[in-house]
């Protein structure tokens, strides 16, 4: 199984910045896209961003011009960089993947807690 460890996640004012780091361990090799999704109290799950291996970025109207996302595939990790926050931002984010021989399971990391205070 592929294991999905997330960091970075607290709590910051409107206006501020956090990073986000997400890398994958355990049965880890040929790791695929890799990507962000965030869902607040009372409402669904949402993509934030995706990365491909290649580098292919996709990213939510909500987020763009904001959020900016990167891997570093021999480290098997993504980062969200997250800029000029709001507090409609604030959700528990979760890390997904898929690996290219298994395009069809997904793994999730268990969440972490961004906050944005107004």
């Known amino acids: 199984q592929v294991q999905l460890v997330e960091a970075g996640g607290g709590l910051v004012q409107a206006g501020g910045s956090l990073r986000l780091s997400c890398a994958a361990s355990?049965?880890?090799?040929?790791?695929?896209?890799m990507g962000w999704y965030r869902q607040a109290p009372g409402k669904q799950r949402e993509l934030v961003a995706t990365?491909?291996?290649?580098?292919?970025?996709n990213y939510a109207d909500s987020v763009k011009g904001r959020f900016t996302i990167s891997r570093d595939n021999p480290k098997n990790t993504v980062y969200l960089q997250m800029n000029s926050l709001k507090p409609e931002d604030t959700a528990v984010y979760y890390c997904?993947?898929?690996?290219?021989?298994?395009?069809?399971?997904?793994?999730w990391g268990q969440g972490t807690q961004v906050t944005v205070s107004s």
């Open positions: 997904n993947t898929r690996r290219l021989w298994e395009p069809n399971t997904d793994y």
């Open positions: 355990g049965n880890s090799g040929g790791i695929g896209v």
């Open positions: 990365i491909s291996r290649g580098g292919v970025t």
